[in-house]
């Protein structure tokens, strides 16, 4: 398990493949494969290095995907906004490739056409926890179908991480022909607007409550090294 910085797990991962390690990579590099536990999938065998995304794409990538198992998303943006205490040295050295990597991984992970993604360290005290909103741009669909799939998977990702919690219900926003949405660097969208909101609370066994973005990297890699250990275990018995 990898938690330093981009830059440092390029090395990190040549030394530790030298050597046949199989890597969790927590840091925005991504040299693997995405993976994020409710939707990620099956990681092949043969995977020597699995990414994790970002905190802010944990957090925010499974309610894409909600959305996405429910109508195509033609757009979709979030803003992870954290406590600046509880972001690193690694993570603050980090930004441009946070915002690349959560961007790519909402699109090949959630499923939207175009994702974008923002990330806030907010200095506040005392320390806010977690926080995030997704924006998802689909045609006009069913609002309570959207609703209930959000809400399943908001249920999903709470068995690991029981912090993970809506902050208010779903919005929605319908525009049409007369009144398109201007969205800058995407053009003019006419459809379904929905908005999600949420907040992470950390466990508070070791971290900060507060620190809710740290707990749900952790927690996800976690699923990650045993979906890799189970694997493994099955091929060697096979």
């Given at each position: ?151 399943e998977m908001v249920e999903t990702v709470q068995a690991y991480v029981p912090g993970y919690r809506l902050k208010q219900e779903v919005q929605f926003e319908r525009f049409g022909s007369n009144r398109p949405l201007k969205i800058p ?54």
């Amino acid at each position: 398990f990898d938690a330093t910085s981009a830059y440092a797990h390029k090395e990190h991962d040549a030394a530790l493949q030298a050597d046949g390690k199989l890597v969790v990579d927590l840091t925005p590099a991504a040299i693997g494969p995405f993976f994020v536990p409710p939707v990620g999938g099956v990681l092949d065998s043969e995977i020597r290095n699995v990414n994790m995304v970002t905190c802010g794409g944990q957090a925010t990538i499974p309610i894409v995907a909600a959305v996405s198992r429910v109508t195509p998303v033609h757009y979709a943006e979030i803003v992870a906004s954290v406590s600046s205490r509880s972001a690193g040295p690694g993570t603050r050295a980090n930004i441009d490739e946070f915002t690349r990597t959560t961007a790519k991984a909402i699109e090949i992970v959630g499923g939207a056409g175009r994702g974008r993604a923002i990330i806030i360290l907010n200095p506040a005290e005392p320390p806010m926890i977690m926080r995030d909103t997704i924006f998802t741009l689909t045609d006009q669909v069913d609002e309570d179908a959207i609703r209930a799939s959000v809400k399943e998977m908001v249920e999903t990702v709470q068995a690991y991480v029981p912090g993970y919690r809506l902050k208010q219900e779903v919005q929605f926003e319908r525009f049409g022909s007369n009144r398109p949405l201007k969205i800058p660097g995407y053009g003019e969208f006419v459809g379904l607007k929905t908005s999600v909101f949420l907040e992470v609370e950390g466990a508070g066994d070791y971290l900060p409550k507060y620190s809710g973005n740290l707990d749900i990297m952790t927690a996800a890699a976690k699923a990650a090294g045993e979906r890799l250990a189970q694997q493994r275990l099955e091929k060697v018995a096979a």
